[in-house]
Every structure is written in structure tokens, then in C-alpha cells.
């Protein structure tokens, strides 16, 4: 039985329970849309602040979930960037702190390690204006030997996917998800559109780079942090990040993975889940709607992105890979050539903020010295050379 038909059968107590988990889901539905707002959640919901906020603390936050805001890229004028790559011989033991250095320098917002195949599927969120200097970049590494290989995916946008909480038992930690149900999909994610670009400045980039680590910080201790007056900061809050949307949502990190800032580690949760994703190449815009229905069904899903090719992350629990295996063959049915799936190592993978540093505030305008990324790595491959000659 999924989640959400009533069991007449049910004892009082297992009633109760049900109605706990119930209210659980509506406080992350809310989470998802408006971010960690108890009075405002507790408003809307009409229960107590009290009962809220002990429900948040107890059942999300208790649980090992962090919550993040999850930015609108392309109202920052971003565009997704997708590099399959391997690294050479002499490289490969560098690869996570040369990927990692990507974040600084060329726009790079996450990483991850492939099983069995050992190459990287990085992320990059370029401004729109340079996604030729990042290739010709991406490029050149190649051909100075850092990489063996190298595959260059352009997608129009990126969206984070909403937990879908109806699914989830909050008090067992177990999914429930009717795999035999027919649907034509989720309609609305199905046919979520881009944003368009609008203008922002940098305090807003840096609030929502805090935001993005911690959605749970105050703007108090994001002042102090920052060292930007609060009165100021508060409006950019209201008037840009609220105002022009450009955080459209909050992630609600149902896998556990979470990079610990005090530490400087990811964490993750062992052995819970099978992480991957699905890549499939040259789609026109029909492809793309019929994969995109298919696979908005699942419960599991975690990021896509879409463009001339397709992009999904998703993590299946132990207990349903060959399911959600299954549901995978069924959506790339017309398409399996051009398609790939990668199974991901999640103690080789990060995902960092987006690249705030690389905005020019007196400009205000993104930017990309790329004569001083080729150096700087130029420089990077004869520091390495010369340690592993």
C-alpha cells in the first residue's frame, strides 16, 4: 500500500502516528517553498509556533537534514555546464583539490566520482557570456595532458527537485512509493520553465551564498558574519533575494550528506542509498518533455537539467534500485543510444556555493580572466610535473 491511503485496519495508536508524520509532511512541503520560517510556516499551517518549531527540530533537523536554499542560476545570468572528464596518470591524485580550486577560479559548483569508472562528472554555473572561455579552458587542460579525457554538455537550465515528502516516513527514515501506480508523471515539474535573468548585486550574492550552506542562520548572525550592517542587509533580503526570487525554493537534504563547515568534511550517510545520474545527449524538445515525464515521477530525484541534452540526478534507496533501475529503462526506451548512466561514489563528491568571488561588484558584472586561469593552472601542471617527476 502507498503512503496516503488510510488503513481501516490501523490500531489508535498507529493512527496517531500517522497523523504526526502527516503534519510532517506539510511543515517540509512549506519548508521546500518558503524556507525555515517557523511564524510564517505556523501561520499558514494553522498550528502553534511551539508545536512547529519542536516538529522542525525534532523530526528535520534531529534527523541528520540540513536545509539549504536552492538559487534561481539563470536570474543570476548563469548557464549549466556539464564536463565529463578523467584525469591523466599524473593527475589523478591532485583531482579533488584541483576540482575543488574550480570553485575559485572558473565557476565549478560540484563534483562527483563515477563507480566503476573512476572519471568525474563536474557542474558548472557560468555566466552565459563565458561559456566559450570555459570550454576553450576546459580545452586546453586537455591538451596540456591533465585530462584523458573530456565531454563538454551545454544545458539551458537547472532546477533543484523539491523532496517529495509524501512519500517519506519522518519517524522511520523509509520510503513508500507505489512503483506499479500508473501516471503520466508530475505534470507541473514536468513542465517547470526558466527564469530570466535579472539584476542583483554582490551582498546579494554573498547573502545567498550563506543561505546555500545554512538556510537555518539568522540574518543577524549572517551580519555578523559578513560584516554588513543588518538594516541593509535585511533589505536586500526583502527587496532582491525575496522580492526578484532569486532563491526559488529550499532544499530539504533528505540523502544526509552535509558538508560540515567547522570541520571542512562532507558527511555522509552510509549504505542508505545508490547515487547517479542519467546523461542523454542531442534532445530536441519533445525527447526531452517525454523523458522529463517519466522521470518526474520519481520521489528520488534530485537535480535536472535541460538544454540541448538531458541531465537527472537521483539517489535510490538500497531497498529500490532495481525499481527505480527499471523505471530509468523505461524512460530512455526511445533514446538508450544516446544515453548513460553513471553510478556515483558519494565520499567523492562536493558541492560548493555558487562562485561569488568572481563577481566584479564595481563593475557589477560577472568575470572571467581566462589568459589568468590558463596561467595559474600552467603554472599548477609544472608544480605537479615536477612532484611526481
Known sequence: MSRGLVDRGMTPGQRDQEGVNARTVQLVKLLTEIGPDVPEISRRLGQFKESVRYRYKEKILNKGFSVQAAVDHEKLGLRRIIAIVDFSDAYRRFSQSILASMNELCFLVSFSRTMPGGYYVAHFSVPREFVDELKFFLNTMKDKGMFSRLEVL???????VPMKAEFYDFDTGRWDFDWTAKSTGDFRSAHYLPSNPTRFDLTDLLLIKELQMDANKSLKDISEKLKVNYKKLAWHYTTHVLSKRLINGYRVNWMGTKYDYTIEKVLHRQHRYLAGSLVVRGVDEYEAMS????????????????????????????????????????????????????TIDQSDAAGFTISYGRYDQTRKRWEFNLADLISRFETLIMEIKKETA
Do not use: H
Open 154 to 160: 551545454e544545458f539551458d537550465w537547472i532546477r533543484m
Open 291 to 342: 523523458l522529463r515525464q517519466v522521470v518526474n515521477r520519481l520521489p528520488f530525484l534530485w537535480s535536472e537539467a535541460v538544454g540541448a541534452n538531458y541531465f537527472c540526478e537521483f539517489s535510490f534507496p538500497v531497498d529500490f534500485v532495481v525499481e527505480g533501475l527499471q523505471l530509468l529503462t523505461q524512460a530512455i526506451g526511445e533514446v538508450k543510444e544516446r544515453a548513460e548512466v553513471f
